[in-house]
C-alpha cells in the first residue's frame, strides 16, 4: 500500500501535465483536412407549467415529480400502515398479555379436578396479617 502511494505522489505530478494537452497537430500536410465536430446544442429544457407546485421530489419535471409521489405514498400507505397494521394486529403475545388468563384457567381446573376449594381462604397465614388498630385509624371511614 505504501508502494502504491510512493508511486502515485512521483507519477502523478508527470502525468497531469499531458492530462490538460490538447493534442492539435501542427504539421503541414498536403491534405490540409481536420476532423472537426459541431457542437450539438441540447433540446431546450421544457418550461414547467405556470401553476405548477412540486412535491418535492424533483422541482424540474412534473412527470418524475408526481410518479415519486404516487410510489412512495403506495409503499407509506399501502405497505407500512396496511401491511403493518396486519402484521402488528395478528403478531404472536410477545408480552405475555394473554398468559396470566391461561394460566388462572389452568390452575382453577386443577384444584376442581383434586377436589379442594378453587380460593384458598388461608393463602396468606392469619399470623403474618398486620392490620392497624382501632385508635390508629381513628375516625377514617372503612369501605368494604
Known sequence: MVLLAGLNRAL???LRPAMQWRLVSTSNRK???TATADVCKA???KAPPKNWISFGYDIRDQKEDLHAHHSLMFVGI???LMIGGYVWAYAPDLNLRDW???EAFL???RREAAGGPLIDPNFL???RIVLPTD???GDTEIII
Do not use: H, I, M, S
Open 31 to 33: 491534405n490540409n483536412e
Open 135 to 137: 385508635e390508629e385509624l
Open 78 to 80: 399501502t405497505l407500512c
Open 43 to 45: 433540446p431546450a429544457a
Open 107 to 109: 390452575e382453577l381446573r
Open 125 to 127: 397465614p392469619v399470623d
Open 100 to 102: 396470566a388468563g391461561r
Open 12 to 14: 502523478w505530478p508527470k
